[in-house]
């Protein structure tokens, strides 16, 4: 679900792959998990570092600055002070981080995870969407709001870089017991996306003590967008870190 600015390790960018890459299952399958930056934005400091393993065309270490995004569609820009890596840049997924942040294995890192067109994932922990729950912002977000093992606020309206949608907050309830077969823990699927003929789908989960926020945003070809903020255990405080990743979100902007 993360990855950091010390070389990525394995065990952080399988955890990205759990949040992005769906292959990390058990180790059955490998884990697989445009546009040049504008004029105004400041050079990578060190282009490879940070990047996860197979991380597509990220940027790794990021000055402070506004970028563009390379691969990952629809191209996105934004703006980060010092201290942030682009971890992953792919066709669907997308990923920044800090360099502050610590690094907790099957956690990886605290970051922002943007994945394209999304559906709810099935809940016998199948790689297909679960079925009969629609693909809007307010359908997907109310449905998450409302599993059985999730700890979630009220879904609310949203806007962000002019395309509107819905957030909520999600954590894993203590009580929560089931798994699946990529982990060895309570786990709850909550979306999956990609095109399984260009890579391994994706998908989202919930963990015990992992904090995020969702945003979900409906995007004018009629697909939708998900914007996750991530907090891991041992960092800092969930409030304190959407504080700081607040002005990251807010800075997003979308290609038509």
Known sequence: MRTTSRPASMAAFCTAAIILLAACDSGQGAPIPTAQPPPQAAESAS????????????????AAGTYTTT??????????????????????????????????????????????????????????????????????TRWLAGLPGLKSTTPRSTSIGGWSGFTVDLTLADTWKRSCPFADEPVLPLTISGDPAQFHLTRTIAVKGLSQRAYVLDRPDGKNLLILVLDIPGGVAFDDYLKIAAPVVESLRFAP
Not at 47 to 62: H, S
């Open 47 to 62: 282009p490879a570092a940070g990047c996860a393993p197979q991380g597509g065309t990220c940027r790794g270490d990021l």
């Open 71 to 140: 691969t990952f569609r629809p191209a996105i820009t934004y703006t980060v002070p010092d201290g942030w890596i682009n971890g992953l840049d792919l066709p669907g997924n997308f990923l920044l981080s800090r360099t502050v942040d610590p690094d907790e294995n099957f956690y990886g890192s605290n970051g922002i995870n943007l994945m394209a067109d999304v559906a709810p994932a099935a809940q016998d922990c199948a790689e297909a969407a679960e079925p009969a729950v629609g693909r809007t912002a307010q359908e997907i």
